[in-house]
């Protein structure tokens, strides 16, 4: 589609009369010279679709810029991104808009719903945009594409109770060391070990005495995600809703997030990587790959993630690790300043 075509295009009704969404992902050609820039940027402003912009040979004309901005992302070839936080790199742009587009048919209402969060959400402050963030998960938990997901998953028994503290908390003077410690669930976030990480950042917030947090994990993996034997067993979306926002991790740890450091390590997927992204400081191993898998779910990320990713990375490159369900390697992290540095070997505290 061409730029000038927004207008009409990107502006129709996005739902079909029985409440479809109807195409809720467009592309946007952006290898042409830029013309009326002012008019397509305030129609992709407008729009309620996902858009997305590709240019196939070079990055786009800076004199797209504006329109850029306002797209949800943009896909240039490999080598080509200035730098600039709009952009993605890969090897083919047509190539990968098509598997983007194909993400949002499979899944319209995950994929529109967290593109919008993602253009206003960067305008609340952490609480409120925690809040905006959950009322929307909560929203997708009753629709048809999480119920589709628990329907394929199947019915799954809870997660044994933890043999173990499933936070390690060791202190040494003023510093303070937390190990997610389930390696047998790979340390994913379920119940035991969201409320056992959320009590130490209660500590935290409560001694000014400590002044730095190193936070990491034992096992294979810095942390999994989310629990998915936990998934869909809330009692209702407004409990789980209360749940995420004030029981969550995310909040306390924002709250002391300039004392903490945390270093990654293998998988840190969903969750594993939305509250790292907290902390002042993030060191991955070499090893560390990171993925957000919410939307082939039929859900958004929901440990805060809309929230701590797109501070640090934009709001375009978090909606593509989203809508991609690419795994990005620690370099790939650093280039983006999603982690702050890579190093192999962790800290003693």
């Known amino acids: 589609m061409a730029p000038a075509a927004l207008a009409a295009q990107g502006t129709a009704p996005l739902l079909a009369e029985d409440g479809r969404i109807e195409q809720p992902l467009l592309v946007v050609d952006l290898d042409g010279e830029p013309e009326d820039?002012?008019?397509?940027a305030a129609a992709a402003t407008a729009s309620d679709r996902v858009l997305v912009g590709i240019s196939r040979g070079r990055a786009p004309d800076p004199g797209w810029e504006p329109l850029v901005r306002a797209l949800d992302l943009t896909l240039v070839p490999s080598g080509s991104d200035r730098g600039i936080r709009e952009?993605?790199?890969?090897?083919?742009?047509a190539a990968a808009a098509l598997a983007l587009s194909a993400t949002a048919r499979a899944h319209p209402h995950a994929s529109v719903v967290l593109a919008g969060l993602l253009r206003w959400g960067g305008e609340l402050d952490v609480p409120?945009?925690?809040?905006?963030?959950?009322?929307?998960?909560?929203?997708?938990?009753?629709?048809?594409?999480?119920?589709?997901?628990?329907?394929?998953?199947g019915p799954r028994p809870l997660p044994p109770p933890a043999r173990e503290d499933p936070v390690?908390?060791?202190?040494?003077?003023?510093?303070?060391?937390?190990?997610?410690?389930?390696?047998?669930?790979?340390?994913?976030?379920?119940?035991?070990?969201?409320?056992?990480?959320?009590?130490?950042?209660?500590?935290?917030?409560?001694?000014?005495?400590?002044?730095?947090?190193?936070?990491?994990?034992?096992?294979?993996?810095f942390c999994s995600g989310g629990d998915l034997d936990e998934f869909g067993t809330a009692p209702d979306p407004v409990t789980g809703h209360l749940v995420r926002?004030?029981?969550?991790a995310a909040l306390p740890l924002h709250r002391v997030a300039d004392r903490v450091e945390v270093w990654l390590h293998g998988a840190c997927v969903g969750a594993g990587i939305e509250l790292p992204a907290y902390a002042h400081r993030?060191?991955?191993?070499?090893?560390?790959?990171?993925?957000?898998?919410?939307?082939?779910?039929g859900l958004i990320p929901g440990a805060g993630g809309?929230?701590?990713i797109p501070r640090r990375i934009g709001?375009?490159?978090t909606l593509y690790l989203a809508l991609s369900d690419a795994v990005i390697d620690a370099q790939t992290a650093l280039s983006w300043g999603l982690v702050d540095s890579v190093a192999g070997h962790q800290p003693t505290v």
């Open 37 to 40: 820039v002012g008019a397509a």
């Open 87 to 93: 952009v993605v790199t890969v090897p083919d742009p």
């Open 128 to 153: 409120a945009a925690l809040d905006a963030e959950s009322l929307a998960y909560s929203a997708l938990l009753g629709g048809p594409e999480f119920a589709a997901w628990l329907a394929r998953r």
């Open 168 to 221: 390690r908390v060791r202190r040494d003077g003023d510093e303070l060391r937390l190990t997610l410690n389930r390696p047998e669930r790979r340390n994913a976030y379920g119940r035991e070990l969201r409320d056992a990480l959320v009590s130490a950042l209660h500590l935290v917030a409560w001694d000014e005495r400590i002044v730095r947090v190193v936070l990491d994990g034992t096992g294979p993996s």
């Open 245 to 248: 926002t004030r029981a969550g």
């Open 282 to 297: 993030i060191v991955a191993a070499p090893d560390t790959r990171i993925r957000l898998p919410e939307i082939g779910m």
């Open 306 to 308: 809309t929230v701590s």
């Open 315 to 317: 709001r375009w490159r």
